[in-house]
C-alpha cells in the first residue's frame, strides 16, 4: 500500500529551504559565538600579559557579535515560520491537504515573520532614531516602543511641572 508522494510547488518549496536555512544558520551563530566567548574568557582568566588580553579581546568580539546580531531572535522568527509551512508541507506531500491550504500556510508564516519584526527587530531599530525626549514628535508608528531590555523612553507628560 505504497502511496507516491506529491511533489511541493517550486516557490513553496524553496521557501521552505529558505526558512530552515536562516533559523539554521542563525542557531549555529548563535552558538558558535557563545562557545567562542566563553572559552576565550575563561582562558583569558588563566593568562598574563599579552595572551590575557588577546583572549579578552575575543571573548569581548564574540559577544559583540552576539549582541549586534541576535541569532536567537533571528532564529525565533524563522523556526516559527518554518514549523508552519513544514508540517503543512508533510500534509501535502501526502496527499491530506490541496493547494490552497499550503499557500494558506505560506501566509501565515510570513504573518508570524511579520509579527515578530513588529514586536523585538523594527521597535529596536526606530527607537534608535529618536532622540530621547522626541519621541512623542517621531512620525513613525510605534518608534518609541523599546526593544526587549531596552529602557522604555521618558513620560514626556510626567516630566513636565504642573
Known amino acids: 500500500m505504497s502511496q507516491e508522494l506529491q511533489d511541493l510547488p517550486q516557490d513553496v518549496d524553496q521557501r521552505l529551504n529558505y526558512w530552515h536555512g536562516l533559523w539554521n544558520r542563525s542557531a549555529r551563530y548563535h552558538y558558535f559565538f557563545g562557545v567562542i566567548s566563553v572559552?576565550?574568557?575563561?582562558?583569558?582568566?588563566?593568562?598574563?600579559g599579552g595572551p590575557a588580553k588577546a583572549f579578552s579581546i575575543i571573548a569581548a568580539?564574540?559577544?559583540?557579535?552576539?549582541?549586534?546580531?541576535?541569532p536567537e531572535r533571528r532564529y525565533m522568527?524563522?523556526?516559527?515560520?518554518?514549523?508552519?509551512?513544514?508540517?503543512?508541507a508533510m500534509r501535502y506531500r501526502h496527499g491530506l491537504i490541496e493547494k490552497p491550504?499550503?499557500?494558506?500556510?505560506?501566509?501565515?508564516?510570513?504573518?508570524?515573520i511579520a509579527e515578530f519584526e513588529d514586536k523585538?527587530?523594527?521597535?529596536?531599530?526606530e527607537a534608535k532614531d529618536v532622540v530621547a525626549g522626541d519621541a512623542a514628535a517621531s512620525p513613525v508608528a510605534g518608534a518609541a516602543t523599546p526593544a526587549p531590555?531596552?529602557?522604555?523612553?521618558?513620560?514626556?507628560?510626567?516630566?513636565?511641572?504642573?
Not at 40 to 45: C, D, G, H, R
Not at 77 to 88: E, P, S, Y
Open 77 to 88: 522568527k524563522f523556526v516559527r515560520a518554518w514549523r508552519v509551512l513544514d508540517v503543512a
Open 149 to 162: 531590555g531596552d529602557s522604555p523612553p521618558p513620560d514626556n507628560a510626567a516630566l513636565q511641572k504642573p
Open 120 to 125: 523585538f527587530d523594527a521597535p529596536a531599530a
Open 101 to 112: 491550504a499550503l499557500i494558506d500556510a505560506v501566509e501565515r508564516g510570513e504573518a508570524l
Open 61 to 70: 568580539i564574540a559577544t559583540a557579535l552576539i549582541g549586534f546580531m541576535h
Open 39 to 48: 572559552a576565550a574568557s575563561v582562558i583569558s582568566t588563566s593568562l598574563e
